[in-house]
């Protein structure tokens, strides 16, 4: 009687475990379906989606189901909401769990790169790498989410400053790619390296990863390589975007025009070709994508700028750079993207060297305001920018009046959180041209001067070292040493102009003018400055255009006094359009940014805007 009893609770103890189950697979289908129908509707309800699945947890299932409803919440909240502390929470739960359960490496992987994401996200670059490193080698056997990772080591690791690092992983990654005939992503990788080492300013060896992809890429099509056209037309534009920025990075912006381009050329193509992945079969390392088309034709815009605006063409860097900002703003997914992020803060630094070189300085000065509302949102920017947000406020001061002061501070500033040659080189040059206008005492100048000798510029950079000339030749024709202004100056001259730097070229004209009027050479003079003029006229630089007026009404007083009278004029027109512009520009809020050196943030300037 006993055994018959204990068997009947058994039977029905098994019975009702069953019943819970089916009940659990009804519940946790159901709301698994409600969840997608919500995601895909016509007027998708994501925050409902959410809810459901949420729901799916609270009925304690079991661990594998937990997992993936962990990662489907985290993957919802990551794409679709701004709450980054819930994804991580959920992602570090689900990793957890994940970590105990058998045949789930695949999802282990997945859910430590979207961990990995989370936490460069927030800024904690190395707990990314830590979490990365502890994992990549389970995931040498998954080719997609091994490629996966290297992308994002080699991307904490550069946010981190440590581009050596980055240029490592993104070799190994291009070796591993190789190994597997994975093209696409192989090449991918290094262009990545290269443009690593372009950052690192080792141009030789990143030259020579971009001759090797290059020949590759042009005759990608007959060469069959297992890519659709519009892979290799991105691939193109991306190494054409290299090639680009390699140029101007060593101030060779003649160089770049044809590379330039080409990368114009592939870009229209690209835009005009379906986006259509390439059909046969592949490799999953082979189906990774880097970029998507839109922020690579963001790249397309900022060399753009970038170029335009070495040439002084600021009308031309405006028109670009405000295309670029139209696409960022039209894509909402960019929201929450760094990297656009900087992209964004550049072409805005952009854009406020063109208006200041047109004289709109209350336009140039509330386009850094921009740039502190991006810092705002994106912390970790201002650490990257901070040097270059300040270098800018030296240059406002600059053309300020009564602003020098306020330059030299901003300057000194800018030099404390760079490391960058290039960077440090082109401070202390404008530094120089303070110290110049200020009349500052004569050690400080020469100690300066010598710092920024054309032999001590920055490895290959052909602008800085022209520039170095140019600001070399000043400071001995203000100093009256007339022989050695002359020879620098000339020098300046050849080199801008095998640039096209005509800002440059234009300046060096107008100091030999100078030169000319101090020996009596009125006809050399004249020459020099009509051309500095004309260049001025074309870029436009108000404040070369001023400068070439005046010495034009002196010059053609003598013999052509109705020029003499159209120059004076001009200038005077020049004049007023400066004073009302710098009158406006002290009255704003932004105008306050200038008193901003020490503090993290210019949060009391910010209080004032």
């Known amino acids: 009687m ?8 058994e039977r029905m103890e098994t019975q009702s475990t069953m019943a819970e189950a089916v009940t659990f697979d009804n519940m946790y289908f159901a709301l698994l379906g409600a969840a997608e129908g919500f ?17 799916i947890l609270i009925c304690n299932p079991p661990a594998r189901i937990e997992v993936r409803t962990r990662l489907q919440i985290a993957q919802l909240m990551w794409l679709h909401t701004k709450n980054v502390d819930h994804v991580e929470t959920h992602l570090k739960k689900a990793l957890k769990k994940v970590r105990d359960l058998m045949a789930m490496e695949e999802l282990k992987l997945e859910i430590t790169s979207l961990l990995a994401s989370v936490y460069m996200a927030k800024g904690k670059h190395l707990d990314a790498v830590n979490l990365i490193n502890g994992t990549i080698e389970l995931a040498i056997n998954y080719q997609f989410w091994y490629c996966q990772m290297c992308f994002q080591l080699a991307k904490a690791s550069m946010e981190m400053g440590n581009i050596s690092a980055a240029v490592t992983t993104l070799a190994a990654g291009a070796e591993y790619a190789g190994r597997l005939n994975a093209q696409n992503t192989r090449i991918l990788f290094s262009l990545s390296q290269a443009m690593a080492l372009l950052i690192q300013r080792n141009f030789d060896v990143a030259d020579v990863i971009l001759k090797e992809v290059g020949a590759i890429l042009e005759n990608a099509e007959q060469s069959g390589l297992a890519l659709s056209r519009s892979e290799i037309l991105s691939l193109k534009v991306f190494h054409h975007v290299l090639q680009v920025s390699e140029y101007i990075w060593q101030g060779q912006i003649k160089l770049a025009r044809q590379s330039l381009k080409q990368l114009h050329a592939c870009y229209k193509q690209l835009t005009h070709t379906e986006n259509k992945p ?4 592949r490799d999953p390392a082979d189906q990774f994508h880097w970029i998507s088309q839109e922020q690579l034709f963001l790249l397309v815009y900022v060399v753009s700028v970038m170029h335009a605006l070495q040439q002084g063409y600021t009308d031309k860097a405006e028109s670009y750079a405000n295309k670029a900002l139209q696409l960022i703003n039209k894509q909402r997914s960019y929201d929450n993207d760094s990297v656009v992020s900087s992209y964004q803060l550049i072409l805005m630094e952009q854009l406020f060297l063109a208006h200041l070189l047109r004289g709109q300085t209350a336009a140039a000065v509330k386009e850094l305001q921009k740039c502190v509302t991006v810092y705002q949102k994106y912390h970790g920017t201002l650490k990257h920018h901070r040097s270059s947000l300040h270098t800018a406020l030296g240059l406002y001061a600059m053309v300020m009046p009564g602003c020098l002061d306020h330059a030299r501070t901003q300057f000194n500033a800018a030099l404390k959180h760079t490391s960058e040659p290039e960077q440090i080189a082109f401070i202390k ?7 110049l206008k200020q009349n500052l005492p004569k050690d400080k100048l020469h100690a300066l001067l010598e710092s920024v000798e054309p032999g001590r510029m920055p490895g290959k950079c052909h602008s800085l070292k022209a520039s170095s000339y140019c600001i070399q030749g000043m400071a001995a024709l203000v100093e009256g040493r007339l022989t050695d202004a002359k020879r620098k100056l000339r020098e300046t001259v050849v080199m801008a102009n095998k640039a096209d730097l005509n800002k440059l070229t234009s300046s060096a004209f107008l100091l030999l003018a100078h030169i000319f009027v101090d020996i009596g050479n009125q006809t050399d003079a004249l020459e020099m400055v009509k051309s500095a003029h004309e260049i001025a006229n074309r870029i436009p630089d108000i404040s070369l255009q001023m400068w070439s007026c005046k010495m034009l009404e002196r010059l053609y007083s003598a013999d052509q006094p109705e020029k003499s009278v159209e120059m004076r004029e001009l200038h005077e027109k020049l004049s007023a359009k400066i004073e009302k512009e710098c009158e406006e520009s002290t009255g704003l809020p932004e105008h306050n940014l200038l008193q901003w050196l020490d503090s993290e943030f210019p949060s009391s300037c910010m209080s004032m805007v």
């Open 39 to 55: 995601r895909t509707a016509k007027s998708p309800d994501i925050r409902k989606s959410i809810h459901c699945l949420e729901a």
């Open 278 to 281: 390439y059909t046969g079969e």
């Open 429 to 435: 040059l404008n530094s120089v041209v303070v110290h």
């Open 2 to 9: 006993a055994e018959a009893d204990a068997e009947k609770t």
